[in-house]
């Protein structure tokens, strides 16, 4: 069994259309988020959630809106998509969100904005 | 604020040498320390972490890394490389109570030749 799932694994789209990003975790754990990985592959974290509250917004633009149904799931949903958002996108989970709980991360989705 | 420098881009080794992967830190506060590899178009799998107690820690694969304080460092060694290790791998620190967030290196890519 998956521990962080993510759908879909690749997406491929135009400029300034709208796409959603699913992440599943069967992990049971309270915090889960989101990484973007460019091109050099850095790794940034953009949100995090603790019990579907968010706690970290990472000075992403307001064209990324993460939803957590619930502590299992947390989605990304992007408007008018850009050029520059192509990268890879990391789910991750975390029991608790101290700073000493290690990540599990799901295997990705890579976007491409043409 | 809190950064990470890993000190190399790519090494190349041999398979069965030695391996020493660089990684130095910066920090105001006390951090918790993470080595994460990430097999191609994988997610992130942690090898190892360091919270507290003893500065040598092991971690999954045969790889261990030591903390060192006073150098800022956190270098990840292995005795003895596969053809399997050949991967990216990331360094990062994490802070106490900043919601679980992540700061990661840039990247080391062991690439381990026959």
């Known amino acids: 069994d998956t521990a962080v799932s993510q759908t879909p694994k690749y997406l491929v789209t135009q400029m300034g259309n709208d796409k959603s990003i699913k992440c599943e975790q069967n992990l049971g754990h309270d915090t889960m988020y989101w990484y973007k990985q460019d091109s050099k592959k850095f790794l940034k974290i953009m949100f995090s959630y603790n019990n579907k509250e968010l706690i970290i917004n990472e000075t992403v633009p307001n064209r990324f809106s993460p939803k957590s149904p619930d502590k299992a799931h947390l989605n990304l949903h992007i408007n008018s998509l850009e050029l520059g958002d192509s990268a890879v996108y990391f789910c991750a989970s975390s029991q608790g969100w101290a700073g000493d709980s290690p990540l599990h991360f799901g295997n990705g989705t890579r976007l491409t904005v043409t | 604020a809190q950064s990470v420098t890993q000190l190399d881009s790519q090494v190349p080794v041999f398979e069965e040498a030695p391996v020493e992967l660089r990684c130095n830190y910066s920090s105001s506060v006390s951090v918790y320390l993470f080595w994460y590899v990430q097999y191609p178009n994988q997610g992130l799998q942690l090898l190892l972490k360091?919270?507290?107690?003893?500065?040598l820690v092991k971690g999954i694969n045969g790889f261990e890394a030591e903390f060192n304080k006073s150098q800022t460092s956190f270098h990840l060694r292995k005795p003895s490389v596969h053809i399997s290790d050949t991967a990216e791998y990331f360094c990062a620190v994490s802070v106490n109570n900043q919601g679980g967030k992540l700061i990661f290196g840039q990247g080391t890519e062991l690439s381990v030749k026959p």
């Open positions: 360091y919270l507290s107690g003893s500065t």
